[in-house]
């Protein structure tokens, strides 16, 4: 009799191993969320980046500041390009090349030569010219480009305490305890239910 007990234990106690068709279900549920929050969640992620592009354009501020409740969640930043060189006339750059022999056989000329061309390339400020800094050879062909410029994209980053995300950690507590469903009233799929992801599930 303790040996019919102990095996009947033993069989409650294994765990069940889900049939193949539910997996199948399972992965197809799982499929259908992930679709629909890329397409629910992922225009409000980009929201930001056209106002922020576009204050930076008028006035020159490149990064916000997202707090709540006092603690500082993250930062958003409008990276922008630098200075640089470009090629603005191919045919007498082209022909400048042949000059210094850097053309190849494909008739395209050498990128490693362009590349220190380019990296030697300055700009006299009085006439506008642009001359090799090695040599002081004037450059034909090129133009310069002022930096400065948003490049079209927007870089979020999470405020971290050593090494913690603790901006992500606070944004979630909030979520969690309802402190947003107003601000997410119009937007209902980001209210908070079931499960509150982790800071470190991101």
Same mark, same amino acid.
């Given at each position: 009799?303790?040996?019919?007990?102990?095996?009947?234990?033993?069989?409650?106690?294994?765990?069940?191993?889900?049939?193949?068709?539910?997996? =199948?279900?399972?992965?197809?549920?799982?499929?259908?969320?992930?679709?629909?929050?890329?397409?629910?969640?992922? #225009?409000?992620? !980009?929201? #930001?980046?056209?106002?922020?592009?576009?204050? $930076?354009?008028?006035?020159?501020?490149?990064?916000?500041?997202?707090?709540?409740?006092?603690?500082?969640?993250?930062?958003?930043?409008? #990276?922008?390009?630098? !200075?640089?060189?470009?090629?603005?006339?191919?045919?007498? $750059?082209?022909?400048?090349?042949?000059?210094?022999?850097?053309?190849?056989?494909?008739?395209?000329?050498? /990128?490693?030569?362009?590349?220190?061309?380019?990296?030697?390339?300055?700009?006299? /400020?009085?006439?506008?010219?642009?001359?090799?800094?090695?040599? =002081?050879?004037?450059? /034909?062909?090129?133009?310069?480009?002022?930096? =400065?410029? #948003?490049? =079209?994209?927007?870089? $979020?980053?999470?405020?971290? $305490?050593?090494?913690?995300?603790?901006?992500?950690?606070?944004?979630?507590?909030?979520?969690?305890?309802?402190?947003?469903?107003?601000?997410?009233?119009?937007?209902?799929?980001?209210?908070?239910?079931?499960?509150?992801?982790?800071?470190?599930?991101?």
């Amino acid at each position: 009799m303790p040996n019919d007990v102990a095996d009947d234990t033993a069989a409650a106690e294994e765990p069940q191993v889900p049939s193949l068709l539910d997996l =199948g279900l399972i992965g197809a549920l799982a499929r259908a969320l992930d679709e629909h929050q890329t397409s629910v969640i992922q #225009p409000k992620k !980009d929201a #930001p980046k056209e106002p922020l592009i576009e204050g $930076f354009v008028k006035s020159r501020q490149s990064d916000l500041v997202v707090e709540v409740g006092g603690q500082v969640v993250g930062t958003y930043k409008v #990276p922008t390009t630098n !200075d640089k060189f470009v090629v603005a006339d191919e045919a007498a $750059f082209d022909a400048y090349a042949e000059e210094k022999e850097a053309i190849l056989v494909t008739i395209a000329r050498d /990128p490693a030569w362009e590349k220190a061309v380019l990296a030697h390339a300055r700009m006299n /400020p009085a006439t506008g010219d642009v001359f090799d800094s090695r040599s =002081g050879e004037a450059i /034909p062909g090129l133009k310069f480009v002022p930096g =400065g410029q #948003p490049t =079209g994209s927007v870089r $979020f980053t999470w405020n971290t $305490f050593k090494g913690q995300a603790v901006g992500k950690a606070a944004l979630l507590a909030a979520w969690q305890r309802g402190e947003l469903n107003e601000l997410l009233r119009e937007t209902p799929e980001l209210m908070a239910a079931g499960v509150v992801p982790q800071a470190e599930d991101a």
